[in-house]
């Protein structure tokens, strides 16, 4: 079934404003020792890691939360643009094939903090936020195609 163009158009403002949500409200937040509480989005925690020259930590990240699913975006957008281009839909099959990716390192992250003693994780807004989007992408890939 093939989505209209005026809703096609629609859905890609929602994506759009998920992946921002994802990006800028918190993803997880800290409680250490049960007195310190931290909120990190993923801007955040992107730029500790470049400051604290955890270079190889960046690029993985930056790659799978913010590269992946940017030109995910972005391959969405033009083949809406022009969907009889077949290099556009196989590139946004390719990136929708790897979405799964950023949900799946912070799933990771939740359990690692999980196993510490003195730690607990709660999921914040833009956990649901990046499941949104994912999920929503791939709709689109599998709708459109």
């Known amino acids: 079934m093939k989505l209209k163009k005026t809703y096609l158009g629609l859905y890609l403002s929602i994506q759009f404003l998920l992946f921002s949500g994802f990006l800028f409200f918190p993803l997880f937040s800290v409680e250490n020792f049960f007195f310190f509480t931290q909120k990190k989005n993923i801007i955040n925690i992107l730029i500790a890691l470049y400051e604290n020259s955890e270079i190889f930590l960046f690029l993985i990240l930056f790659i799978s939360t913010v590269l992946i699913p940017g030109l995910k975006f972005i391959f969405s957008i033009l083949t809406y643009?022009?969907?009889?281009?077949?290099t556009t839909?196989?590139?946004?099959?390719?990136?929708?094939?790897?979405?799964?990716?950023?949900?799946?390192?912070?799933?990771?992250?939740v359990t690692v903090f999980k196993l510490s003693i003195f730690t607990e994780m709660k999921v914040e807004l833009g956990s649901y936020f990046l499941c949104a989007f994912v999920v929503l992408s791939i709709f689109f890939e599998e709708k459109y195609n």
Do not use: E, G, Q
């Open 81 to 86: 643009l022009d969907p009889s281009i077949k």
């Open 89 to 109: 839909r196989k590139l946004l099959y390719f990136f929708t094939k790897w979405s799964m990716l950023d949900l799946l390192l912070i799933a990771i992250a």
